[in-house]
């Protein structure tokens, strides 16, 4: 009977829970003779719940499209996929660390990080928002010329991961880049970041957020050092040439 009621008590049913132990307590057989019935009706409701719940954050990560870690092809690719089935469980969220998948166009970068968000909100239960970089950069320049600046980042700030896809690949404003800055600065330590870059990251950082006021390389760190630079120190540049030359992928965290 005590885990009936506890069932009850997480399905929020409170009400429920109490008048199920009160009738237990006047009439144990009757309630004995329809326990398997209750039974069958808490796991129909908690499975119902369940599917309802990641379709509703399948449809607010907004993927562009489906993708899964099945459908990959890894013997195509230079990724570790042992690393990639790691970050798969999310654990990292956890503790709002970043990872960042570095390679040229047509490498799975996309694929592999929406694979992620899917499995976060299909088999972990995670609230995920994915991006591409131009259009969360669109949409932090219209927030703050309808004089809303701070709520898409209050709103993310609640999420458990956000994908920020193709950073560099379309080009955006200084006062973009700021924005974007700001908005990274502000989820640090709070949401994890999925980021995937180009092989020209260097260039793509020079151009957008190197001429912040505020910040030199040394401000940029402050997010970026765990987000992208320590990611690429482990990287010589014969490995990232090599990586490149097969159109490869460096997954880091």
Not at 59 to 80: C, E, G, I, T, Y
Not at 111 to 129: E, M, N, P, S
Not at 193 to 200: E, H, Q
């Amino acid at each position: 009977m005590s885990d009936i009621i506890t069932a009850l008590k997480a399905l929020k049913l409170h009400g429920m829970a109490a008048s199920y132990a009160e009738l237990a307590a006047q009439d144990t057989a009757a309630i004995a003779a329809s326990e398997w019935l209750i039974r069958h009706l808490l796991e129909a409701e908690s499975t119902d719940r369940a599917i309802r719940s990641i379709g509703y954050q399948m449809h607010a990560a907004k993927f562009p499209v489906h993708r899964d870690l099945a459908s990959f092809d890894f013997s195509q690719s230079v990724v570790a996929r042992t690393q990639i089935e790691q970050l798969s469980d999310l654990s990292f969220t956890k503790a709002a660390h970043n990872a960042v998948f570095i390679g040229g166009t047509g490498t799975g970068k996309t694929h592999l990080a929406t694979a992620l968000g899917v499995a976060g909100i299909c088999q972990h239960g995670k609230r995920v928002r994915f991006f591409s970089t131009i259009e969360l950069v669109n949409a932090l320049e219209l927030e703050k010329a309808a004089g809303k600046q701070g709520r898409l980042a209050f709103s993310l700030g609640h999420m458990d991961l956000v994908i920020l896809d193709e950073l560099g690949y379309l080009p955006f404003s200084q006062a973009g880049g700021a924005l974007l800055f700001h908005l990274l600065s502000k989820l640090y330590e709070r949401t994890s970041v999925v980021i995937t870059i180009m092989w020209n990251w260097r260039n793509i950082f020079r151009q957008h957020f190197l001429q912040l006021p505020h910040a030199g390389l040394s401000g940029v760190g402050v997010v970026f050092n765990r987000v992208i630079s320590r990611s690429m120190a482990s990287l010589s540049p014969s490995t990232a040439a090599r990586s490149s030359s097969v159109r490869g992928i460096s997954c880091s965290m």
